[in-house]
């Protein structure tokens, strides 16, 4: 009879289970959390003092520190969890017989048993064991940071993912550029780092990757229950860019006819939906009145087409949906040694990040330019003053600009779709001023207000928040291209 997967159990690991577990029996509940438990690192002692603490008694500031904790706990579980499936996958039970089938291999064989041991579909199984190995093999510095408590699983997934079908040379230079700065970053600034280090050591491989994915855009619907699917697609970010704007801007539109016209009200995420199905059903209805429509004879010298109306680089639609009711933008930022072809540097797609320099000059090509005049040290915008309550419209365009994305910690809604939120507020004496003025959404300008937050812009243009436990959180400036 083969033995239980349970009874396969490192020695070692099994006497700190056997210590954390007299420990945690011996110690009654604390509701206090030391002080210096953050410097202990991920393990059995720390997980012997979280089991102690008792929440239902404690601070906010002890209940966010072993929040703080258990994350670090919860990383430090994932690098054992990588380390234990990427040792079950080298094992030679798990190796299959020679079949000459690429999917006869021990990752899927070891996530079979994966699955079936843990309840897992297979697809999580062979992603969770795949990920093992490639960061157990590929990446053994992203996985002890990993272990050590220094990055989530979901960093650690933005470090492979991005860098996993790279050249070992430039995998090993960004992943030691990024990994000392992935601490103190969350998953999307950390993406975005990747990208633009990545553009920079390797415009030429970037480019080339960027063209062959370009190949693979497709766009499907799959069924759902009770008579719904879902649409996914995979396409060039600028395309998507495109289209997210657009549906939010119909979205914008519906909730204020809806609210004119006396309507129920729909959530957004609603009106976004009922905004894209709008698309396809005008585009069948303009592609019905064309087919019954006769069509002209050619003039001499002319060939009959179809009415094209602006669309991205490369390409037009030959199906129009209506006039807009108000312009539709998608910004995005190039420094002018790129556009002018002298370098690769990457563009900035607002709303996504860093995108090839040819990318970039194309969408410039096809758009309108405002010049943004930057700090060459800091890549801040420059400042500009109001003394009016409400900020007028080159002044907003300018905080938008400046700001890029929601000035809240860990928020990446784009500025162009925030509020312009007085830091001090106007009724205590606050300027409505760039220096005083940023961009925060909805959720988070209400958060400031009604939630005892406290908030500062300091000279650099970095963010100083203070939360209601009394901790602090820094939010850096971003840079204009």
């Known amino acids: 009879m083969a033995p239980d997967p349970c009874d396969v159990i490192d020695p070692d690991l099994d006497a700190q289970l056997d210590q954390l577990a007299a420990g945690y029996a011996a110690v009654p509940a604390a509701a206090v959390f030391p002080p210096d438990a953050d410097e202990l690192p991920p393990g059995p002692e720390l997980a012997a003092m979280v089991a102690r603490f008792d929440p239902a008694h404690a601070e906010a500031g002890d209940l966010l520190e072993v929040a703080a904790a258990l994350g670090r706990l919860e990383a430090w579980t994932e690098g054992l969890q990588a380390a234990v499936s990427a040792a079950l996958a080298?094992?030679?039970e798990m190796r299959p017989d020679q079949t000459g089938y690429r999917s006869a291999n021990p990752v899927t064989n070891t996530a079979v048993a994966v699955a079936g041991r843990r309840h897992l579909t297979a697809r999580q199984a062979e992603n969770l064991v795949g990920h093992s190995l490639q960061l157990?093999?590929?990446?053994?510095?992203?996985?002890?940071?990993?272990?050590?408590?220094?990055?989530?699983?979901?960093?650690?997934?933005?470090?492979?993912?991005?860098?996993?079908?790279?050249?070992?040379?430039?995998?090993?230079?960004?992943?030691?550029?990024?990994l000392p700065k992935a601490?103190?970053?969350?998953s999307v600034a950390l993406r975005a780092l990747i990208k633009r280090l990545l553009h920079e050591l390797a415009p030429v491989e970037t480019a080339e990757r960027h063209?062959?994915?370009?190949?693979?855009?497709?766009?499907?619907?799959?069924p759902a229950s009770d008579g719904m699917s879902f649409v996914e697609a995979l396409m060039p970010a600028e395309d998507a860019t495109a289209i997210d704007t657009a549906l939010n801007v119909a979205a914008a539109d519906a909730k204020r006819a809806?609210?004119?016209?006396?309507?129920?009200?729909?959530?957004?995420?609603?009106?976004?939906?009922d905004a894209l199905a709008d698309l396809g059903w005008e585009?069948?209805?303009?592609?019905?009145?064309?087919?019954?429509?006769?069509?002209?004879?050619?003039t001499p010298g002319q060939t009959a087409a179809a009415a094209t109306s602006s669309g991205p680089p490369e390409r037009a639609t030959a199906v129009t949906t209506g006039p807009r009711r108000r312009p539709i933008s998608v910004h995005v930022t190039i420094p002018f040694t790129a556009l002018c072809g002298l370098t690769d540097e990457p563009g900035e797609l607002d709303g996504y990040g860093p995108i090839p320099a040819h990318v970039a000059r194309a969408l410039a090509a096809e758009g309108v330019w405002t010049w943004l005049s930057t700090d060459p040290g800091t890549g801040q915008l420059l400042d500009l003053g109001r003394r009016k309550y409400r900020p007028t419209k080159a002044l907003a365009d300018f905080i938008t600009a400046r700001d890029r994305t929601c000035r809240a910690?860990?928020?990446?809604?784009?500025?162009?779709?925030?509020?312009?939120?007085?830091?001090?507020?106007?009724?205590?004496?606050?300027?409505?001023?760039?220096?005083?003025?940023?961009?925060?959404?909805?959720?988070?300008?209400?958060?400031?207000?009604?939630?005892?937050?406290?908030?500062?812009?300091?000279?650099?243009?970095?963010?100083?928040?203070?939360?209601?436990?009394?901790?602090?959180?820094?939010?850096p400036p971003a840079r204009a291209g």
Not at 258 to 273: I, L
């Open 90 to 92: 080298s094992r030679a």
């Open 136 to 178: 157990v093999e590929d990446f053994p510095d992203t996985h002890a940071c990993l272990s050590a408590g220094l990055i989530d699983l979901r960093r650690a997934r933005v470090i492979t993912d991005e860098l996993g079908g790279q050249d070992p040379a430039v995998r090993e230079r960004v992943e030691a550029a990024v």
């Open 183 to 186: 601490p103190h970053l969350d």
């Open 211 to 222: 063209r062959r994915a370009r190949d693979r855009r497709y766009v499907a619907v799959t």
């Open 258 to 273: 809806d609210a004119a016209a006396g309507r129920p009200a729909r959530t957004r995420d609603q009106r976004r939906a």
């Open 283 to 298: 585009a069948l209805t303009a592609c019905a009145d064309a087919a019954t429509r006769p069509t002209p004879d050619p």
């Open 409 to 475: 910690p860990g928020c990446h809604r784009a500025a162009r779709s925030c509020d312009i939120d007085h830091i001090v507020s106007f009724a205590a004496g606050g300027a409505t001023s760039a220096a005083n003025c940023h961009a925060l959404c909805e959720t988070h300008h209400l958060l400031k207000h009604h939630a005892k937050w406290a908030v500062e812009r300091q000279p650099d243009g970095t963010t100083r928040w203070r939360s209601p436990t009394g901790h602090h959180f820094l939010k």
